[in-house]
Nanobody, 124 residues
């Protein structure tokens, strides 16, 4: 089993930045693709970004391109999401997920392990 714990969320003004971290334990993330998803109140959980185990084949949702950056440090068993130019519509709970098959797909059903999420609130 793998446990994922997100951190770094909080309240920020529009235009500000946050850096989310996802720390894994129980298993190494070395062979996993890692993804970030988010869920706003009353909405479905949606794909934000993913990165395969080697650090290449990075994907972003269109609405975060140019503003968010996903990265990983396999030695630290940690994945990051740098979020810049935040907008009120980015307000959501952000979840980290691990994909054993290293697909890095936007499809959340392909991810086996999930964290509990961290709240990001962007004020206007």
């Amino acid at each position: 089993q793998m446990q994922l714990v997100e951190s770094g969320g909080g309240l920020v003004q529009a235009g500000g930045s946050l850096r989310l971290s996802c720390s894994a334990s129980g298993r190494t993330i070395n062979s996993y693709a890692m993804g970030w998803f988010r869920q706003a109140p009353g909405k479905e959980r949606e794909f934000v970004a993913s990165i395969r185990w080697s650090g290449d084949n990075i994907r972003y949702a269109d609405f975060v391109k140019g503003r968010f950056t996903i990265s990983r440090d396999n030695a630290k068993n940690t994945v990051y999401l740098q979020m810049n130019s935040l907008k009120p519509e980015d307000t959501a709970v952000y979840y980290c997920a691990a994909d054993l098959w290293d697909l890095g797909s936007p499809d959340r059903t392909t991810y086996e392990y999930w964290g509990q999420g961290t709240q990001v609130t962007v004020s206007s």
